[in-house]
Structures are given as C-alpha cells and as structure tokens.
C-alpha cells in the first residue's frame, strides 16, 4: 500500500505535555480511567511513581510515591479491572504489586533478579483472554521468569542459560498466545540480537532467531489470540514483523524487515482497537506509525510439501519528532482510540491523540 492520500492519513497531536524533575522510565496508562502513571529515578537514587489525570488540555499530578530503588518499569496486564494493581521491575531486581489507592506497602514483593529488571509484562488480568494471571520479569542477570501474583516467592517458570552458555541481558520480554487456559509463550530479546519464543504448555523453546542487532522490545499485536504477529526492534533502527501463524520446521516464521530511522528503535506497542497498527518510538526523538498489510495468502508449501508462512509488507502512515531526546516508553489509552502518552529523556511526558485512525 502507499502512503494515503494527504488527507486520510492520520495526524499525530500533541494534546498535552508535564516537564518532570527526574528520569522517566515508564510510563502507563491506568485502565478505564483518564489517568497515568509515570515511573523513574530521582536525582537521589530513590524510586519514584507519578499518577496524573487529564484534564482538559493539562495533566494534573494526584499522587507521588517514593520508593528506595528506581523503578525501570511496570504492567496493569495481570491484574483485574476491580483491582487495577501495578506490578513494576526496579533496579534491584525486586518485583513489587502495589494498590495505587494504598501504596506504602507492596501488596505482594519478591527479590525476583539479581539485577535489574529491564522488561515486565502480564497476562491473564484486565478481563482479556483465559489463564492464570501471571507476570514475566527479564533480567540483566540473562534470566527471564514467570510469577503468578498468588504464589508467593518462587517464580512458577524460570528460562536461564544453560550450564556453559554465557548470560545475556535480556532486555525485553513479552506473553502471547495465550488463548486458552493451557496455551502461553513468552518471547524474550537480548542484548547480542537473540530473540527466543518459549512455550510455557511444554516448558520448552519453541523458536529462536538472531536480528543481528539489540533487541529493544518484543510486542506480539494481540496476547489472547492465537500467535498471530509479533514485532521486534532493535539498537539500529530496524524492526521485524514475524508472521506467527506458520511455524516452517527449518526456517522458522515468514518477517518482513524496516529500517524506519538511523537511531535505536525503543519501544513498539499495536493500537489495542486495531491490530495491524502500531506505533514505534525512537532514539532521534521520533515517533512512527505503521499498518501492516497481509499478502494474498498468508502460507504456501515448499518443496519438500511443508507448510510455510508468507510475510506481508509494512507502510508509515505518519511520523512526527517530539524530542531532541529518545522517547523510551509508550503506551496506548486500552479504552480511548487514538489516545496514548510516552516519556522520553528529556524529562517530559507527552499525551498525544492519532486522528483518523477509524479511516484507515
């Protein structure tokens, strides 16, 4: 497909922005709310948690909570919708879920790592999809391990280095597939390009492959469905969209690769209200939205009669530079579409609305 004609294509609005006193790692959304939640590192060296509402045209701050070590981030995804309990990664490796309407003392903590948790993200929670809710945790310390919030202190699956292999800092993790009581992955990205796809039905991996390069984040573009599609990106400005659908014995899943900047893609979150559209952030400051489009037939069969996927193809419907700094967090509004914030190292959090997005 290309670009749409000028008038179609959506526009990326700044609608609201808050300068802060601290490195921002984090930034989320609170489910059926018009709130966030900002997470980060004081000068001091303390954690700290921010919750703002919008309001008209400006954030308003609500709440500021100070905890003893950084926070590096934070997911809703396993909690209920009653609850809304933030479970968050800080730099000493301890996961903690916190009651935001009481949060001096953690409703459920573990030393989890023995670093920092760089990446987290949950399951199960939120009322989307089936199964148990459970949190993954990855780790500089080259683990990646999965809680589930009613068990207390030993993680119910843990995915480390075999006995020899070197560690690597995994530097993001994601669930996906989780369509049924039984079926979960997880996808984990590490710092020398490895991405690895472990089933957690069978406890074993299930897929891996190396993108040469850093993997920033993994997302797959829905968690409850069938593997549908998953994208990463890197420290040099190229994203991947596997095609999950079809898993060839040999070669693995069908992707389509995009340099979309020179610099480091940071993060890909999918617009939650339409799957095939999802937003990167980047290193430059940039933000770029993308619409995966399918081919006419998603697999063939090779020569030996073995299934096999086809990837599709990946067009920029819009771009915009916010920051002279990298925008490191995002996050899309689950309940407002077009509504998403994202913090970068300049010390701002942006609210930002996508026009049009119902047009495309």
Avoid at 23 to 37: E, G, H, M, N
Avoid at 228 to 255: I, W
Avoid at 273 to 300: C, V
Wanted: net charge positive; hydrophobic share 35%.
């Amino acid at each position: 497909m290309s670009a749409a004609p000028g008038l179609e294509r959506p526009q990326v609005v700044s609608h609201a922005q808050q300068a802060l006193n601290y490195t921002l790692f984090d930034c989320k959304w609170v489910p059926r709310s018009a709130r966030l939640l900002c997470l980060g590192s004081a000068a001091r060296g303390t954690g700290l948690v921010q919750l703002y509402e919008l309001r008209g045209a400006r954030l308003e701050l609500l709440r500021e909570i100070e905890k003893p070590k950084p926070i590096k981030c934070g997911t809703f995804g396993a909690t209920s919708l009653q609850q809304r309990y933030l479970a968050t990664g800080d730099f000493d490796g301890n996961l903690n879920i916190w009651n935001l309407e009481a949060p001096e003392i953690p409703v459920y903590s573990v030393k989890g790592h023995k670093e920092i948790i760089n990446s987290i993200d949950g399951v199960g929670g939120l009322g989307i999809g089936e199964g148990a809710p459970e949190i993954v945790t990855g780790s500089r310390d080259g683990t990646v391990k999965v809680w589930d919030p009613r068990q207390k202190d030993t993680p119910v699956a843990n995915m480390e280095p075999a006995q020899g292999e070197s560690k690597r800092d995994c530097w993001t993790v994601a669930f996906g597939n989780a369509y049924n009581q039984e079926e979960r992955v997880i996808c984990a990205g590490y710092d020398n390009g490895d991405i690895k796809l472990f089933d957690l039905k069978t406890m074993s991996l299930r897929w891996e492959t190396n993108i040469k390069n850093g993997v920033c984040s993994v997302e797959f573009d829905r968690k409850d469905i069938n593997m549908n599609k998953l994208v990463a990106t890197s420290l040099e400005g190229k994203f991947h969209v596997f095609d999950m659908r079809t898993q060839h014995p040999t070669k693995g899943f069908a992707s389509v690769s995009e340099k979309a900047q020179k610099s480091t893609i940071w993060q890909v979150r999918h617009l939650p209200q339409n799957r095939d559209i999802f937003m990167t952030s980047g290193g430059s400051g940039s933000l770029h939205l993308w619409k995966y489009e399918y081919p006419a037939q998603r697999s063939k069969k090779d020569s030996e009669g073995a299934e096999m996927g086809v990837a599709g193809s990946v067009s920029l419907l819009q771009n915009v530079t916010l920051s002279t700094q990298p925008i490191s967090s995002l996050d899309w509004s689950p309940d407002k579409k077009g509504l998403c914030v994202c913090g970068a190292f300049d010390q701002t959090v942006r609210v930002l609305i996508v026009t049009k997005l119902n047009k495309i």
